[in-house]
Every structure is written in C-alpha cells, then in structure tokens.
C-alpha cells in the first residue's frame, strides 16, 4: 500500500510540472493555434541556461533561478514570437507546426554541436531529504516540486481571471474576432501567450532539471509528454490541460512502477489512443460546434 | 449521362407552391447566445424567397443551419417533405441545394475552371469511378457555357484567387449551379458591388429562376429585394417578426421598427 | 432583356477581355443537353496545356542518372546513395499526398516505411517470398493501416491526424523493439542483400539501383495519375478551402482518408525496398527522425508540388555529403534554412525552380516570396 502511494506521490509531483508544460503548450494553441513541437526543447534550453548561471557561475540558486526565468521570457517568449512566429502567422497552422519541428531540431543539434552531448547535473532549489508519513517515504524535492508548480498555476489562474490583461486574454481566445471589436490587440495577446509559456517552460526545467540532468535530447520525451497530456486533457481549455499533465505523470509513474520502466510511456500513448478515439476533443475539452472543416 | 436533371417547369402564376426547403421550429445557441428561436421558414418551390432582417438577426445562422454547416440545438429541417436536419453540407449538396457565401470562399490557387469541375464532380459517380474519369468532355462544356452565361469565360484558365471582386461574384454563382441545383441559397450577393454589375445579377437570377430554379436570397439591398423577391422573411433577433409580399411587409410597422427602431 | 451594355461602366467591372455578350438560351433543357459528350474543340481547349514537357523532360532526366552507372564509373558508395534517394523521393512523393494536397500532417511517414521495411523483410527472409510480391505486400499492410489509423483520426480536424501519427509513431518502435518474435527486437533481422526475382538472384548495386528507379517510376507514374484525376482536384479543395469543398458535395473525410492511406503505402513500398539494400532491418533503421526529416524534404522543397517533393528529398539526402561538417552541424544549418524558408519563400525551393524555368521561357515571373 505503501508502495502504490509512494508512486502516486511521485506521480502527482511529476504531474503537476507536466500540467505546466501542457498548459503553456494549451495557451499557445488556444491564442495563435501554434502547436509548439519545441516545448521540451524550450525546457532543455532553459536548463542549460541555469546550469551556466548555477554551477559555470556559481550564482545563488534563487539569482540562478530567476535569471533563468527572464532569459527564458525573452528569448523564447519574445524573441521567438516577434521572429519565426509573427512571421508565419500568416501562412496558416502548417507552417507553424513545421518550423517547431525544425526549431526542435535546431535546438538539440545547436547544443551536441556547440556546447556538449553529455548531460550536465544541475543543482536542485530543494534540500535533500525525505519525509516519512504513515510509512510512505517522500522526497522534499517532490514535495516542492507540487507546491511551486502549484502556486505557478494558481498565480496564472489569478492573472487569467482577476486581471484585466487576463481576461483579455481569455477573451480573445473565445472569439478573438469579437475580442478585436472591443480593441484588444491580438498580436499583443499572442506575445503574452508567448511569455506566459516561456516562464511556465522555465519554472518546469528548473524544476526538472535536477532529476533529469540537463542534456540536448532531452526534449524529445518531455515535449511529447507535454503534448499527450494536453491531447488527453483538452487542448482547447487550461483545466484539461491541467488534468491531462498530472494524468500523464500518474500513468508513467503507475506504469513504470507495475508494469514495466520501457512500456511507461507506452501506457501514455495506449491512454491517448483511446481519448482519441473515444473522446477526440480530450477529457475537459470543449467539442467545437461548427463541423471542423477549417483549421 | 446528362449533367442536367429533367426541366423542370416553373410554377404558373397563383398555384400554391410546395415549399421545398423548410424550417420547423429552428433553434440555435452558441453557448449563452441564442441566435434563432424557434424559426420557421418555408421556401416555396419555383419562387424567390428574400430573407431580410439586421445584421445580426440569425439569417447567415439559419442559411448555415439548413446548408448542413451548423447541426441547430433543436427544430427541423425539411427538404421535399425529407428531414435533413443535422445533415451534413455534402448530403445537401447531392439532394439539390446549392449556395453562396457572404464572404467569396473559392479555391484560390486553382483555376476558374478547376473550380468549376470541383463544383460538380462529386455529383454523379462514386468515389471510385472519379479516379478513372480523366476526360470530363460534359462538364467541360457545361462549365465553359456556365462561365459564358456570367459573361467571365475568358478567365478559364486564371488562378480563382486573382479575380477581381466583381469577377469572383459572378464566379462564386456560376459554381453554385453548376450541378443544377433545385434551390440556390445567395448569401449577400450584390454587397459591394456595383449597380451595373447588379444588373446583370438580377438579370441572371431571373432568368434562372424562370426555368426552374428556386432561390432563397439573403440581402441588404432592398431595391433588389423588392425587385426579385416574390416573398419576404424578415427575422430579428432570432426570431421571424413578419412574411409575405414584399409590398405587405415595406409597409409592415415590425419591419420598420426592427431596422429603424422606435 | 437589358443586355449587357449597361451605362457603360460594366466593361471595366468584367475585365476588359470579356466580350459583349447578348443573352444566352436558358440553360435547363436547352440544346446543352442534345450535345453529345464529344470532343468539342472549346472543350479541348479549355485543358491547360503545357505540363507535359516538363514531366517528360523530367522523366528523361531522371532515367539518364539512374543509368549512368552503365557507362560512368560510379563507387558503391555512389550507388548506395542513390538508391537510398530514389527511396526517399518515393516516401517524400507520398508524404506530399497527405501534407501537400490534402492538407494533412503526418509525423508517421517514417514508422510507415518502416512497416513495409519489416513486412518486406519478414516476407523475403523468413518466408522465402519474391521481392515483387513482398513488395506489394509490403504495400498493401501500408494502405489498410493508413485506413485503419485515419479513420478514427480524420473524425476531427486536422490536427488530430498529427497526432495520431505522432502516437503510431511511438507504437511502431514500440512494437518493433519489444516484440522479439516477430521482428527480432532490438537486434533486428537480417536480410538477404539485392533481390530475386524469378530465377535471377542480382545482388550487384547498380542493378539494385535499376530496380529500385523502375519501381519509383511506376508508381510516381501511379500517383500523377491518382493527382490529375478528379481525386487529385478534390486533394487541392480541401486543401485550400475546405467549408466549400464540402459545400459542394465532396466527402471530406474519404477523400482525406485515401490521401493519407496512399501516402502511408508509397513509403511502405518505400520502406520495403531499403531492406534488401542495408541488408538488415531494425528499430533504429526508421527512427522517429526520419518521419520529421521527410516532413522537411517536402516543406522545404515545396508542399504540394510534384517537383518539390523530389527537390526536397535530394537536398536532403545529397546536401551533406557535399557539405564536409558533422552530421549535427549539417542538421543545425538544415534545421535553421528550413524556418528561414518557411518564412521568407514559403513555396518552398521548387519556387527557385519554377523562377528559372519562366524565365528560361522569358514569362511574366510572380514574387518569391509569396
């Protein structure tokens, strides 16, 4: 029994950084239809960046950690917004979709190339240690682990509906022609979208970074994982987001604790064949009620 | 195989036409917008029917409803007595109903005449016949004298995208008939276009219509309105507030209130 | 009847070309009807022409490389490459059915190769079977998968279908990798090098590469077809304009459906064919990137193309033996030109192409970057 709730904390902990991961990747899609190939790659990014400010450095972890964070915002916020993305915009979602698979590709050969293939262990924000409860064993990183992607969420939940930005936000990914009406300024709202997913990529790679080690191909899984748990969630909505990204990370955890470390993400990808099938629009996505005969 | 169904006659003047396409209690919501509430419309065969109202008063939302692109919430939806409510666009296609959108929506990177055929291949045949029929020598033909009728057949050969406004007006109508549908849907067919150019619309609707034709016109030019229309629809807010001649209802105090307001 | 000189400013609103026209006889049951479907010269006129030099130009290009190993001296390694290219073109061809014509994304090109490239090898190594038959086999296990996946997929829009792919992906190394039995694991299988056919068992390179060229050419020949049939016109609709194609009776989703089991095919026979060349098959043999090398031979070379397919699939493979870098570098650079393309010449290389070939021809050239 204990077992079971050591891997559902485990679970839960690593869910709730995936929940980050699949909401940036929900916001981006929701504003400007992007689907971000990148992600995970934006994750390993911003890993290195840390590592260079932490242990190249040697900054305070909480300088180390912050400074991560506006880079982050920066260069993968605005930077990739107001070059690639406003670009092709205008092309249409395939275009989009295949420059992100490029950038993707960009990124992890940049770092084999010019910096290094080996994975680099970063420093964790948490102390080592484990707290025993009712003979469960579980880690303080995970502990932290939730609580800061939690409070994350929660501050995004408070932006999106307490401020006037983030109802704009909301707004315009509703009905963004109506939003327009009212004068708010899409392209701004899509730049913000961009931000908001670059902090959200950076708090998760700090997040993750110490028990993933920082290395170029480490995009892949984590990118993917992001994406099935928005598919599995919602796409279309932040809570099925939400939901899909802690789902994901009890699916591998319970998968690679009972069945087998090689068939976890299997088990995913077996759950994401059955949304698909059963329940396209995800979990807690909204079914669109025009016949989706356009992208 | 002839591309055209059997002539039909036009109703003589003063028989009761049956409707052919019509609407029971027609509901649609977006979420907390309810853009027609309980709508019935009957469009009589053989005639024009003009569906007039404000903007926003659920006209292009009914026209979406009966064409198949939005399911309704609830009502029905009949052609030729059949339900068809929910159908999807292309069934309504194959029973006869063609139409125009507010907003040209062509194929832009294909020729006229590319646009043409696409309007009526799926038509006849089946999926896999249409892999082998290469040689469309009839519907060549039908297209070309088509494109004639618009008076635009010298742009066969020109990408659909790279019309002019006017051009891609005449277009878009000469793709709707182009599998001699029993009732043509015109979305806004003379917005922004020019009065002689107007002229020629009217004209070939008329003709059209004397052969057989039925049309429902959705419009905001109320000269043409009152010029084609045999009847008039006139929705508000979701809801039908007047029908009957065009004469009836210019004179209707509803009407006037629902565009001009008290 | 007005006819159509009105107050004389409808001449500029039709276009100038367009003559004066008196009113037609009605259309319904007019003497439209009694034409019989003939040979019309309007109608026969009315076909574009041209298209046809450049196929056969194309064409003979094409066959004077693949045969120039009978009378160029050519190292293995050559031969080995070009085969390796004629297969990639073929799955790049494919792909560009599903991306370039029907609109769809695809992230399983590469796995799809990679079940024909194991049917093949099951097939011919364990079951002794005739390459040609093994082939079509191969072929035959792409298309009714392809149905298999797209038809629940293609129920929603577009972007489901991408991922979908992306988990056929996962699955099909799965599959392979795990299932020892079968496809032999993670160690993979070994195949017979070259081919029998019939009696003859050829295992020289060059005539490998024939082989290989014909079945390309056959069933590239097979697709233009497919694409200039009325299918190929219901591809482009639904590509540009979706709501109108289904407005006007086509079955969105049949026709995506075909799109995508056609594509799924043609890099399964693709897939088939590198078995015998590499002489083994196994998981990493069709990696997940390959399916995104694919999708960027045919976006860079130019989507929806016929040219840009095979454009895109020669840059690719060709490029970086002529570039002396790493493998990551050349990828990096790839990568980069790629997304410069995308937003700069979004019609892709074949757009360079077809600026040489107007102005070779001295025609009005439109803007690159459109």
Redesign the interface.
């Known amino acids: 029994m204990s077992i079971l709730l050591g891997v559902l904390v485990g679970g839960i902990a690593f869910g709730s950084v995936y929940a980050m991961l699949a909401i940036g990747f929900s916001l981006l899609w929701q504003m400007s239809r992007t689907?971000n190939f990148a992600q995970g790659d934006f994750v390993t990014v911003v890993g290195f960046v840390f590592v260079a400010f932490a242990v190249t450095l040697g900054w305070p972890l909480a300088l180390a950690a912050a400074a991560a964070v506006v880079v982050a915002a920066i260069l993968l916020g605005i930077v990739v917004r107001k070059t690639?993305i406003a670009?092709?915009l205008r092309?249409g979602?395939?275009?989009l979709?295949?420059?992100s698979?490029?950038?993707?590709?960009?990124i992890q050969?940049?770092f084999?190339?010019f910096v290094t293939a080996q994975a680099e262990p970063a420093p964790s924000l948490f102390p080592t240690g484990v707290i025993h409860v009712d003979g469960v064993s579980i880690g303080v990183d995970q502990i932290g682990n939730f609580v800061v992607a939690t409070l994350m969420i929660v501050a995004l939940q408070i932006f999106l509906h307490r401020t006037r930005t983030g109802k704009a936000l909301r707004a315009t990914a509703q009905n963004g022609a109506a939003a327009r009406v009212v004068g708010i300024d899409p392209a701004r709202m899509i730049t913000i979208a961009f931000v908001i997913n670059a902090v959200l990529v950076a708090v998760a790679a700090i997040l993750l970074s110490p028990i993933f080690a920082v290395q170029y191909n480490q995009g892949?899984g984590l990118g993917?994982d992001a994406?099935y748990a928005a598919?599995i969630g919602g796409f279309n909505r932040i809570r099925g987001a939400l939901v899909g990204g802690v789902l994901v990370g009890l699916l591998e955890s319970v998968g690679a604790a009972y069945v087998s470390s090689?068939?976890d993400?299997?088990i995913v990808?077996a759950v994401?064949?059955i949304v698909?099938?059963v329940r396209?629009?995800g979990l807690l996505g909204a079914r669109?009620?025009?016949?989706?005969?356009?992208? | 195989m002839s591309l055209l169904s059997a002539e039909r006659a036009p109703s003589a003047a003063g028989s009761p036409a049956e409707p052919v396409l019509r609407s029971e209690g027609l509901h649609m919501r977006f979420g907390g917008v309810v853009a027609l509430d309980g709508v019935d419309i009957d469009v009589p065969e053989g005639g024009i029917l003009g569906l007039i109202g404000p903007n926003g008063s659920g006209k292009s939302t009914w026209v979406n409803c009966a064409s198949g692109i939005l399911r309704p919430t609830s009502g029905r939806i009949t052609f030729h007595g059949r339900d068809v409510t929910g159908w999807a666009p292309h069934r309504m296609y194959r029973l006869g109903l063609g139409r125009t959108f507010q907003r040209l929506e062509n194929f832009p990177d294909m020729s006229l005449l590319d646009n043409m055929l696409l309007s009526v291949q799926e038509s006849q045949g089946s999926l896999a016949s249409r892999l082998f029929r290469h040689t469309e020598h009839a519907e060549r033909d039908r297209a070309l004298s088509l494109l004639e009728f618009m008076g635009i057949a010298a742009l066969k050969s020109e990408r659909a995208g790279s019309l002019s406004y006017g051009q891609q007006k005449l277009a878009d109508l000469a793709m709707a008939l182009m599998a001699n549908p029993k009732v043509v849907i015109l979305d806004e067919p003379m917005a922004g276009v020019n009065p002689a150019l107007i002229e020629q619309l009217v004209d070939r609707i008329t003709e059209l219509n004397a052969n057989g034709t039925t049309f429902l016109i959705i419009e905001h030019n109320l000269d043409v309105v009152m010029e084609l229309c045999g009847r008039l629809v006139v929705l508000d807010h979701g809801t039908k507030i007047a029908e009957g001649p065009p004469d009836e209802i210019q004179a209707n105090e509803d009407v006037l209130e629902a565009y001009f307001g008290r | 009847m007005r006819d159509a000189h009105g107050a004389g400013s409808d001449h500029g609103q039709l276009g100038d070309a367009v003559p004066d026209r008196a009113p037609a006889a009605p259309l319904a049951g007019s003497a439209l009807d009694a034409l019989p479907a003939s040979r019309s010269p309007r109608a026969r006129a009315a076909r574009p022409a041209g298209g046809w030099w450049k196929a056969t130009l194309g064409l003979a290009v094409f066959w004077l490389l693949a045969a120039s190993p009978a009378f160029l001296n050519v190292g293995s390694y050559w031969l080995y490459l070009a085969t390796l290219t004629l297969v990639y073109v073929l799955a790049a061809a494919g792909l560009n059915v599903i991306l370039g014509y029907a609109g769809q994304i695809s992230l399983a090109q590469g796995a799809f190769m990679g079940i024909g490239g194991y049917t093949v090898a099951i097939l011919v190594a364990q079951h002794g079977w005739p390459m040609l038959a093994a082939l079509a086999a191969g072929g035959f296990v792409g298309f009714g998968l392809g149905l298999l996946v797209g038809i629940p997929a293609l129920r929603m829009n577009t972007h489901y279908l991408a991922m979908m792919t992306l988990g056929v992906e996962v699955v099909y190394l799965a599959v392979v990798t795990n299932q020892g039995g079968l496809t032999g694991g993670a160690r993979g299988m070994s195949v017979p090098v070259g081919l029998r056919i019939g009696p003859l068992h050829l295992t020289s390179g060059f005539a490998y590469e024939l082989f290989v060229a014909v079945v390309v050419t056959l069933v590239l020949g097979g697709l233009v077809f497919i694409l200039r049939s009325p299918w190929g016109r219901a591809f482009k609709g639904i590509r540009e304009n979706e709501t109108r194609a289904a407005m006007l009776g086509v079955n969105i989703r049949a026709y995506k459906l075909m799109a995508f089991a056609i594509g799924c095919s043609v890099a399964a026979i693709g897939g088939g064919m590198i078995t015998p060349l590499l002489g083994f098959v196994d998981p990493d043999t069709f990696g997940l990137g390959l399916s995104f090398q694919l999708l960027l031979m045919v976006v860079v070379g130019g989507r929806g193309r016929f040219e840009g397919a095979i454009l895109g699939a020669l840059l690719v493979t060709l490029l970086p033996q002529f570039l002396q870098a790493t493998q990551n570098v050349y990828l990096l650079v790839f990568a980069a030109l790629t997304i410069l393309l995308l937003m700069y010449m979004p019609r892709g290389m074949v757009a360079l192409l077809d600026w040489l070939w107007l102005k070779i021809l001295r025609r009005p050239v439109p803007e690159l970057t459109k």
Do not use: C
């Open positions: 689907i690639i670009r092709l092309h979602v395939l275009p979709v295949v420059a698979i490029a950038l993707s590709i960009l050969n940049f084999v190339a892949t993917l994406f598919i090689a068939y993400t299997g990808v994401l064949m698909l099938l396209p629009e669109e009620l025009v016949r989706e005969y356009h992208e």
